[in-house]
């Protein structure tokens, strides 16, 4: 099946920095990619969506000024959280659209960010 | 009403036994159902598609009660190796094929 790499798995930040979160799908190729955000014991929520070569879309009430995306090529998406701070500390997971017509997602392994 | 519900757990049964699990959804004219399972600090992995009256695939079985807009998810003889969290997910109504997800239900089983 198609595979969807992240890195870092995990990355521990200071306050005030900022945190790039890589999303690559390594045998296929995305023209579109989802950013999503989990804190413990809530569900997944979807933050933006990438677009190769457009500027990506983000749901409502998230700051695209904060978490920037760049979707660079076919294979790789990214994620910056600027001016990280500790309410940024989650779970977030990108996934690839599968089959054409269908719901079928591929997910990455997820990247833990903790802001201290 | 959220659009997805469900019962956050957990579900502590012991190995073998049969447990169910609902999930609730607000929209009445949503067509596709899913069933995730999520381990701890994983990402969510496709268990089972729901697109008609139910499901089955082995120990799990997913039914869909459109009336009263509810989804369940039934796991037979259950293994050490079911814990996980299993998330309840619809799909949006925008023709965007984004999903939406439930928070979950905690499922641990005990030897």
């Known amino acids: 099946g198609a595979v969807v790499s992240q890195h870092p798995s995990w990355v521990i930040c200071k306050s005030g920095t900022s945190v790039k979160i890589e999303c690559r799908s390594l045998d296929f190729q995305a023209t579109t990619m989802f950013w999503y955000r989990q804190f413990p014991k809530q569900s997944l929520m979807l933050m933006a969506t990438?677009?190769?070569?457009?500027?990506?879309?983000?749901e409502q009430g998230v700051e695209k000024d904060k978490f920037l995306i760049n979707h660079a090529s076919l294979t790789l998406s990214t994620l910056t959280v600027t001016s990280a701070h500790p309410e940024d500390s989650s779970f977030y997971i990108c996934s690839a659209p599968g089959t054409s017509g269908t719901y079928e997602q591929y997910f990455g392994p997820g990247t833990r960010l903790t802001v201290t | 009403r959220k659009e997805v519900e469900q019962d956050p757990g957990p579900f502590n049964v012991p190995e073998g036994a049969t447990v169910a699990f609902n999930c609730t959804y607000s929209?009445?004219?949503?067509?596709?159902f899913f069933w995730y399972r999520q381990d701890c600090r994983k990402e969510p992995k496709l268990l089972m598609s729901?697109?008609?009256s139910g499901n089955e695939d082995g120990r799990f079985t997913a039914q869909l009660n459109r009336a009263s807009q509810y989804i369940s998810l039934l796991i037979r003889d259950s293994k050490l190796s079911d814990s996980a969290t299993y998330l309840c997910?619809?799909?949006?109504?925008?023709?965007?094929?984004?999903?939406?997800f439930g928070s979950g239900t905690r499922l641990l089983v005990r030897p």
């Open positions: 729901v697109y008609s």
């Open positions: 990438s677009n190769e070569g457009s500027k990506a879309t983000y």
């Open positions: 997910v619809v799909p949006r109504m925008d023709s965007s094929y984004k999903l939406i």
């Open positions: 929209n009445s004219a949503s067509q596709s």
